[in-house]
């Protein structure tokens, strides 16, 4: 059973630059003894069979193997299906109705490590109205009521201190599924 998913950041596959094969990408992992690997959609979403190896362990090495053999060198994150459960379990925008009827406006921010505990307490997520948003561990969710592409929420983001890769909330409930949780 699959139990880990690594994530590309945005904007590989879109446009002329960053492309990765996903078949590639595929063949790769698996001729290096990556077990398992599936991949959801050209925006990188892998999910693997980790084996004994630690997702730190996990994500340099995709890192190093896709930046050696294809080319891209670029930051994965990586989530265990625990996590990945967790991060469902603890929608904390999912209570509200509009949220709720637009999974493609609402969107997981993975982070790469833990945000600046400072930055989080003087961030003030009012500011970003009518756009929500919510830190819960090493997760930002958000909800874009006018769409990802007029968001105001770059500030936001960077004052956490740490890199990330957002996904909408249609592709974690997949992600989900396909590492067999919920």
Request: charged share 25%; net charge negative.
């Amino acid at each position: 059973m699959s139990d880990r998913v690594a994530l590309l950041p945005r904007g590989i596959n879109l446009g002329a630059r960053n492309r990765l094969s996903m078949p590639a990408l595929r063949d790769l992992l698996g001729a290096h003894g990556v077990a398992g690997v599936q991949t959801y959609v050209a925006s990188g979403n892998v999910v693997v069979d980790r084996g004994d190896e630690e997702p730190g362990a996990l994500r340099d090495r995709v890192r190093a193997l896709v930046a050696e053999h294809l080319g891209l060198d670029v930051l994965w994150v990586v989530r265990g299906r625990e996590e990945v459960d967790a991060t469902v379990a603890a929608d904390p925008l999912g209570v509200l109705p509009d949220v709720a009827g637009s999974p493609a406006r609402h969107s997981v921010l993975f982070l790469d490590g833990d945000p600046d505990p400072d930055a989080v307490a003087a961030l003030d997520p009012d500011a970003y109205l009518p756009e929500q948003v919510a830190v819960v561990g090493r997760d930002v969710h958000s909800w874009h009521p006018e769409g990802l592409r007029v968001s105001r929420l770059d500030p936001f983001v960077r004052a956490l201190g740490v890199d990330g890769t957002a996904r909408n909330w249609r592709t974690v409930l997949r992600l989900q599924q396909m590492l067999g949780g919920g």
